[in-house]
Each structure stands twice: as C-alpha cells, then as structure tokens.
C-alpha cells in the first residue's frame, strides 16, 4: 500500500507538471516578445527539468518504498508540482484580466474605424498638452484637416469604399508624424493632429508636407477581390498654433477649424495657417 501510494504521488505529479507546461505555453503566446516572455520561457525550461527530476526518482526509487516515512518525498514533489500548476493557471488568468482591461482601455479611446484616437481623447490630451505649453512655454500646433469631395466617394463607390479610403489616409498620416504627436478622427472625414513642441512655421511645413502626402497618394477603391479602380484625393488643413489670444482648447480648434473653412473657400487642397482668424 505504501509503495502504490508513493509512487502514485510521483506520476500524478509529473502529470501535474505536464498540465502547467500547456498552461505556460498559453501564457507565453500571449506575450509579445521581451523581457516578460524570456521568464516563461525559462520557467517552461524548469518545469520541464522538475519532470525529468520526478522520472528519475521513480526510476531509481519505483519499488524502495516500504514505510510511512517513505512517503515525505513523494508528496513533497505531489504538492510542489501542485503549487506550480495553481501559480501558472493564477498567472494565466491575471493575464488574460489584464489583456481584457487593456484591450477595453484602448476601445475607449480609440476610432473603431480607423484605430487612430477618438474625439474625447484628443480633447483630454489637447489640455494636457496646453497645461505644458503654458507652464513651460512649448510650442503646440493643431492640424484640422478634410478630405476634399468625400461625398462623392461614397456616392459613387459605396460606404465601404470611403470607409477604405479613411483607413488607408489615416495610416498614411500616421507614418508621416511622430510619436509623440496625436491624430485623432474628429468627425467624419475629419481628423485633427496635435503637433505640441512645434512652432507655427514648422506646423504649416509639416501640413504642407501632409497634404503633397495625400495627394501624391493613390488610393484603391474597387472590390477586395480585384482593387483595380484607383483614385487620387486631395486635402484641406485648417493650422492654429499656441500664442496670442489663441491659448484656449476652444480658441485652438476655433481657429484650425476656420482656418480649415478658409482653405476650402479657397479653391481645396491648400493649408490655411493663420492665428489673426
């Protein structure tokens, strides 16, 4: 009775220990490459080294256990392989609720069309970012900017082709700012791009250079299955900057968004940059 118990205690183990490797497999498929992924992969290493600990003892010890005492290393294996499958399924799960938050974060602040911020986020970044140009006299610019004739897009070519067209122009600004800058869709076709550390002159260059951007850019509209239809957009940007008078959230998108109307007053596919508005 004493050997069966013994050696039962030592394969359920390794059993155990075989579990928590898949556990740990779920947790380090979930982890992008780092730091983070190393550890489990170096916990995946020891876990698979404790099973060949455990094939050994029963190797060695498979028929030597005749008294009750023989059972202290046995179940001190059983309950250590249960604890490093309750901490791997513990870890797994707090993962798993992390990724949950996070990925309900990023939905709460993010266009669902596009993946670039939405509006209530870039009100709450645009006050951060005047908060500091006020406290340490930064620069901060605004880009409001307009696709020009969008209407006639999805009129001609559906919904779902101007929908295409948003994500493709989005990303396409995207890559052309810096990181530290924020694009945000602020209604429509309409986004807004908060440029802080960056003067007046140095905001009309960069929407100069967005809007080359854009309309140097072919766009595809035809069906997934054959994009063979190709089009050419243009754009209108609205610029204010901080200084002035113009120092207010609302005074800040006030003047992009009559500076924006300007450019389109004006012909389209120009940039209007001009905080006297």
Same mark, same amino acid.
């Given at each position: 009775m004493i050997l069966l118990l013994s050696n039962s205690l030592v394969l359920v183990g390794i059993l155990i220990l075989l579990g928590s490797l898949f556990t740990v497999r779920r947790i380090i498929l979930s982890l992008p490459k780092g730091r983070s992924r190393r550890s489990w992969l170096a916990m995946a290493s020891l876990i698979a080294l404790f099973v060949l600990g455990y094939l050994g003892y029963v190797g060695i010890f498979w028929a030597k256990h005749e008294a009750a005492i023989d059972l202290i290393v046995p179940g001190v294996f059983f309950f250590g392989a249960c604890f490093v499958w309750l901490s791997t399924l513990l870890s797994l799960q707090t993962a798993m609720d992390i990724m949950h938050v996070t990925r309900l974060e990023k939905e709460s602040f993010t266009d669902p069309l596009t993946g670039v911020y939405? &509006?209530? +986020?870039? $009100? %709450? &970044?645009? %006050?951060? $970012?005047?908060?500091?140009? &006020? &406290? +340490?006299?930064?620069?901060?610019?605004l880009l409001l900017f307009d696709l020009d004739h969008f209407k006639f897009i999805n009129d001609k070519h559906g919904h779902q082709a101007g929908d295409k067209v948003l994500v493709d122009m989005s990303t396409l600004v995207v890559h052309e700012l810096r990181d530290t800058d924020i694009l945000a869709r602020y209604g429509g076709e309409e986004f807004l791009a908060i440029v802080p550390n960056t003067s007046p002159a140095d905001a009309n260059s960069l929407a100069e250079r967005l809007r080359k951007r854009i309309e140097g850019h072919t766009f595809f509209v035809g069906p997934v299955a054959d994009e063979s239809e190709e089009i050419k957009l243009t754009v209108s940007i609205g610029v204010s900057s901080y200084g002035g008078s113009t120092t207010s959230q609302e005074s800040l998108i006030h003047t992009a968004d009559k500076n924006l109307y300007r450019a389109k007053d004006q012909g389209r596919n120009r940039v209007v940059a001009d905080n006297s508005v």
């Amino acid at each position: 009775m004493i050997l069966l118990l013994s050696n039962s205690l030592v394969l359920v183990g390794i059993l155990i220990l075989l579990g928590s490797l898949f556990t740990v497999r779920r947790i380090i498929l979930s982890l992008p490459k780092g730091r983070s992924r190393r550890s489990w992969l170096a916990m995946a290493s020891l876990i698979a080294l404790f099973v060949l600990g455990y094939l050994g003892y029963v190797g060695i010890f498979w028929a030597k256990h005749e008294a009750a005492i023989d059972l202290i290393v046995p179940g001190v294996f059983f309950f250590g392989a249960c604890f490093v499958w309750l901490s791997t399924l513990l870890s797994l799960q707090t993962a798993m609720d992390i990724m949950h938050v996070t990925r309900l974060e990023k939905e709460s602040f993010t266009d669902p069309l596009t993946g670039v911020y939405n &509006r209530r +986020y870039m $009100e %709450q &970044r645009l %006050q951060e $970012e005047i908060a500091k140009a &006020r &406290r +340490y006299k930064f620069d901060l610019s605004l880009l409001l900017f307009d696709l020009d004739h969008f209407k006639f897009i999805n009129d001609k070519h559906g919904h779902q082709a101007g929908d295409k067209v948003l994500v493709d122009m989005s990303t396409l600004v995207v890559h052309e700012l810096r990181d530290t800058d924020i694009l945000a869709r602020y209604g429509g076709e309409e986004f807004l791009a908060i440029v802080p550390n960056t003067s007046p002159a140095d905001a009309n260059s960069l929407a100069e250079r967005l809007r080359k951007r854009i309309e140097g850019h072919t766009f595809f509209v035809g069906p997934v299955a054959d994009e063979s239809e190709e089009i050419k957009l243009t754009v209108s940007i609205g610029v204010s900057s901080y200084g002035g008078s113009t120092t207010s959230q609302e005074s800040l998108i006030h003047t992009a968004d009559k500076n924006l109307y300007r450019a389109k007053d004006q012909g389209r596919n120009r940039v209007v940059a001009d905080n006297s508005v």
